[in-house]
């Protein structure tokens, strides 16, 4: 199992989760389902990184 940092707040109505790590975003209208959202995205990154190699995936320091 992967452990990510995620950013989650309330932003003009919306929930937003942003993943520390990887950049991706997440939206919905309720904390759960931008979770949700954040998962599915992160789950079809990774299955694009596996078959392409020459994606760039690296923690980013802040």
């Given at each position: 199992?992967?452990f990510y940092t995620t950013v989650l707040r309330?932003?003009?109505?919306?929930?937003?989760?942003?993943?520390?790590?990887?950049?991706?975003?997440?939206?919905?209208?309720?904390?759960?389902?931008?979770?949700?959202?954040?998962?599915?995205?992160?789950?079809?990154f990774l299955e694009v990184y596996k078959i392409?190699?020459?994606?760039?995936?690296?923690?980013?320091?802040?």
């Open positions: 199992m992967n309330n932003s003009a109505g919306y929930w937003v989760a942003l993943c520390l790590e990887n950049g991706l975003v997440g939206q919905g209208i309720n904390p759960e389902a931008t979770i949700k959202q954040l998962n599915e995205a992160i789950a079809s392409e190699p020459d994606i760039y995936h690296a923690s980013l320091t802040i």
